[in-house]
């Protein structure tokens, strides 16, 4: 029930005769309520602002990514021909932006996704505005948005510039796409809308269930899905699975796609854990953390919760089934299952079994049912609001606490991976938290903590090349080249091509009078990556070592182009009086 349609007596001061609550004739009203919002949401992410890169894909896409150093027509062609083993070429344009503005200077990089993230706060209003002409029902919705904590983490982490930038585009899309439903001058609308869509791509590859979304639209409206026109979303499709199939052909090609031991039963199972994970979490977001790795076994072997998620799906599909007469909340249910139906596990995707940022756009969905709810309740329960007003108002700051906390995590490396291995447990997927942790302490000084972390790596998953590698650097760094050239060794057994271990061993070999291994080591190195300057100056040492000061100064020399200072100084010492 709306409250300009509420007939009972009101008290005097009633705030709906103050306020119109379902209709704002003036505009002022939601313009308030709107600034109220972002500066509210903005409470809950400033502190990013001040935190630097982090250690898990930051690397890949930012900062150790020459890629985004140029921006010209060659990197356009690298960004558009699949990057970083992904397909988000518009998030690499931006980040060449950045680059080329500020460089390496985080705060931009944080502030940009902020201001992504307020501005998709505000089209989450404007969005559920067009869909319900109740005020609280957006107002809840955006706030809810805008300040949950399980947006940290699209917020937080410069890499998921991709998660705030996709969802832009996705809402400006699908407000764009009302305009067209119900504007006399359609063309331009629907162009804007495919525009959108295109862009949205562009930025992630989840954008491509935007189709199914307009159809959802369409469904909301037309109260059935009899009446949908299908002719206009053909586009929209055509693009979807033209860009769908190019999404999984590049996760595939840098192995992000699981194929062993794969069980259909098993998946959906997971996949129903999932779905549930984030309406718990969305209730109590507590313990969040950058991953959850996926459960170990086979089969059916899976912990309790998961067959218990699975009875809860089962439970609330039939709850929205029961009251499906309302569009509000069978539009909200699928709106928010088909923007996590590609995260879901049915196709085995990375290590993790959830994601926070999963939940970045899906959360519209379930948002706006919470908004039309408390509408509801604000409606029908006029002479309680002196309760339900305070209540909404420590539910918010409780909010904006737990999300500032989150916000710590993210502070650096080290902090961002405590936070996951506080809870950790046996599992191997967990290898890769501590081996990332174990980097950060490495990098931080801290060689011993750095030690047990890729200990414990190995441990956990003794397939782990990287791990062994970056153990036997410490080995070495305390003169220890035995253990060191074990650790490279067993490095090399599981990746027989891995370029960095091969110098490393070949580094080892020649402090322990191996010249002839520590040579073939370089020399190998160099086959599998032609333009290693570290690798091409250590084999540039060895030929001086055993007198061949020409082949020397020739490897130098090379290196040096390649930007290698110490080849540099080499050439200057060794090289340049024999020319």
Same mark, same amino acid.
């Not at 329960?381 to 918010?396: E, G, M, N, S």
């Given at each position: 029930?709306?409250?300009?349609?509420?007939?009972?007596?009101?008290?005097?001061?009633?705030?709906?005769?103050?306020?119109?609550?379902?209709?704002?004739?003036?505009?002022?009203?939601?313009?308030?309520?709107?600034?109220?919002?972002?500066?509210?949401?903005?409470?809950?992410?400033?502190?990013?602002?001040?935190?630097?890169?982090?250690?898990?894909?930051?690397?890949?896409?930012?900062?150790?990514?020459?890629?985004?150093?140029?921006?010209?027509?060659?990197?356009?062609?690298?960004?558009?021909?699949?990057?970083?083993?992904?397909?988000?070429?518009?998030?690499?344009?931006?980040?060449?932006?950045?680059?080329?503005?500020?460089?390496?200077?985080?705060?931009?990089?944080?502030?940009?996704?902020?201001?992504?993230?307020?501005?998709?706060?505000?089209?989450?209003?404007?969005?559920?505005?067009?869909?319900?002409?109740?005020?609280?029902?957006?107002?809840?919705?955006?706030?809810?948005?805008?300040?949950?904590?399980?947006?940290?983490?699209?917020?937080?982490?410069?890499?998921?510039?991709?998660?705030?930038?996709?969802?832009?585009?996705?809402?400006?899309?699908?407000?764009?796409?009302?305009?067209?439903?119900?504007?006399?001058?359609?063309?331009?609308?629907?162009?804007?809308?495919?525009?959108?869509?295109?862009?949205?791509?562009?930025?992630?590859?989840?954008?491509?269930?935007?189709?199914?979304?307009?159809?959802?639209?369409?469904?909301?409206?037309?109260?059935?899905?009899?009446?949908?026109?299908?002719?206009?979303?053909?586009?929209?499709?055509?693009?979807?699975?033209?860009?769908?199939?190019?999404?999984?052909?590049?996760?595939?090609?840098?192995?992000?796609?699981?194929?062993?031991?794969?069980?259909?039963?098993?998946?959906?199972?997971?996949?129903?854990?999932?779905?549930?994970?984030?309406?718990?979490?969305?209730?109590?977001?507590?313990?969040?953390?950058?991953?959850?790795?996926?459960?170990?076994?086979?089969?059916?072997?899976?912990?309790?919760?998961?067959?218990?998620?699975?009875?809860?799906?089962?439970?609330?599909?039939?709850?929205?089934?029961?009251?499906?007469?309302?569009?509000?909340?069978?539009?909200?249910?699928?709106?928010?299952?088909?923007?996590?139906?590609?995260?879901?596990?049915?196709?085995?995707?990375?290590?993790?079994?959830?994601?926070?940022?999963?939940?970045?756009?899906?959360?519209?969905?379930?948002?706006?049912?919470?908004?039309?709810?408390?509408?509801?309740?604000?409606?029908?329960?006029?002479?309680?609001?002196?309760?339900?007003?305070?209540?909404?108002?420590?539910?918010?700051?409780?909010?904006?606490?737990?999300?500032?906390?989150?916000?710590?995590?993210?502070?650096?490396?080290?902090?961002?991976?405590?936070?996951?291995?506080?809870?950790?447990?046996?599992?191997?997927?967990?290898?890769?938290?501590?081996?990332?942790?174990?980097?950060?302490?490495?990098?931080?000084?801290?060689?011993?903590?750095?030690?047990? =972390?890729?200990? +414990? #790596?190995?441990?956990?998953?003794? &397939?782990? @090349?990287? %791990?062994? $590698? !970056? *153990? /036997?650097?410490?080995?070495?760094?305390?003169?220890?080249?035995?253990?060191?050239?074990? =650790?490279?060794? +067993? #490095?090399?057994?599981?990746?027989? &091509?891995? @370029?960095? %271990?091969? $110098? !490393? *061993? /070949?580094?080892?070999?020649?402090?322990?009078?191996?010249?002839?291994?520590?040579?073939? =080591?370089?020399?190998? #190195?160099?086959?599998?990556?032609?333009?290693? @300057?570290? %690798?091409?100056? !250590? *084999? /540039?040492?060895?030929?001086?070592?055993?007198?061949?000061?020409?082949?020397?100064?020739? =490897?130098?020399?090379? #290196?040096?182009?390649?930007?290698?200072?110490? @080849?540099?100084?080499?050439?200057?010492?060794?090289?340049?009086?024999?020319?």
């Amino acid at each position: 029930m709306k409250a300009s349609s509420y007939k009972g007596k009101q008290p005097k001061d009633d705030i709906s005769k103050k306020l119109d609550l379902s209709v704002d004739k003036s505009g002022n009203l939601r313009t308030v309520l709107l600034l109220v919002i972002l500066v509210l949401s903005l409470l809950a992410i400033y502190k990013s602002a001040g935190y630097g890169f982090v250690n898990y894909d930051d690397d890949v896409y930012v900062y150790n990514n020459s890629s985004i150093r140029e921006l010209n027509f060659s990197s356009l062609v690298s960004f558009l021909t699949g990057n970083v083993g992904q397909y988000p070429p518009l998030v690499m344009v931006v980040f060449s932006l950045l680059y080329h503005f500020f460089g390496l200077e985080p705060t931009a990089y944080h502030v940009t996704n902020e201001i992504f993230h307020l501005a998709n706060t505000a089209l989450v209003f404007f969005l559920a505005s067009r869909l319900k002409p109740g005020i609280v029902t957006a107002s809840v919705a955006a706030l809810l948005f805008g300040i949950h904590p399980l947006h940290i983490e699209s917020v937080a982490w410069v890499t998921e510039l991709k998660d705030v930038l996709y969802t832009f585009f996705f809402l400006a899309g699908l407000i764009s796409y009302m305009n067209y439903r119900n504007n006399t001058v359609k063309t331009r609308y629907y162009i804007f809308t495919l525009l959108f869509f295109i862009l949205s791509c562009l930025s992630k590859g989840m954008a491509v269930v935007f189709p199914v979304i307009i159809v959802l639209i369409d469904y909301y409206f037309e109260k059935s899905f009899s009446g949908i026109k299908w002719l206009d979303k053909l586009p929209f499709f055509v693009i979807a699975v033209f860009w769908g199939v190019l999404t999984i052909s590049t996760q595939s090609e840098m192995g992000a796609v699981g194929h062993e031991n794969y069980f259909l039963p098993r998946q959906i199972i997971i996949a129903t854990y999932g779905v549930m994970f984030y309406i718990v979490k969305m209730f109590v977001p507590i313990n969040l953390a950058v991953f959850y790795p996926l459960p170990e076994g086979t089969g059916f072997s899976l912990p309790l919760v998961y067959y218990l998620s699975f009875a809860g799906i089962i439970a609330l599909s039939f709850i929205v089934y029961r009251f499906r007469k309302s569009a509000m909340l069978v539009f909200g249910f699928l709106f928010y299952l088909v923007n996590t139906a590609l995260v879901l596990q049915i196709i085995p995707v990375g290590m993790a079994v959830t994601a926070d940022r999963y939940f970045y756009l899906s959360s519209f969905g379930l948002f706006i049912i919470l908004g039309a709810g408390f509408e509801w309740m604000f409606n029908k329960y006029r002479k309680q609001k002196f309760i339900l007003i305070p209540v909404a108002i420590v539910i918010t700051f409780s909010l904006i606490m737990i999300s500032n906390h989150q916000t710590s995590n993210w502070r650096n490396s080290i902090s961002l991976w405590d936070n996951v291995l506080n809870s950790a447990n046996t599992n191997p997927r967990y290898s890769v938290a501590y081996l990332n942790r174990g980097n950060a302490r490495s990098d931080a000084g801290d060689i011993d903590g750095a030690f047990s =972390d890729y200990s +414990k #790596a190995i441990e956990l998953k003794t &397939d782990k @090349a990287e %791990a062994y $590698n !970056n *153990r /036997g650097l410490i080995f070495a760094m305390k003169n220890d080249f035995e253990a060191a050239e074990v =650790d490279f060794t +067993k #490095a090399l057994s599981i990746y027989p &091509d891995f @370029a960095s %271990a091969l $110098n !490393n *061993r /070949g580094n080892v070999r020649r402090a322990l009078g191996d010249l002839t291994g520590a040579f073939d =080591d370089y020399n190998t #190195a160099i086959k599998c990556k032609p333009e290693y @300057a570290d %690798a091409i100056s !250590n *084999r /540039g040492i060895v030929y001086f070592i055993t007198g061949d000061t020409a082949s020397a100064c020739n =490897d130098w020399q090379q #290196a040096a182009n390649l930007g290698s200072n110490n @080849a540099s100084n080499y050439v200057q010492q060794y090289c340049s009086r024999s020319e």
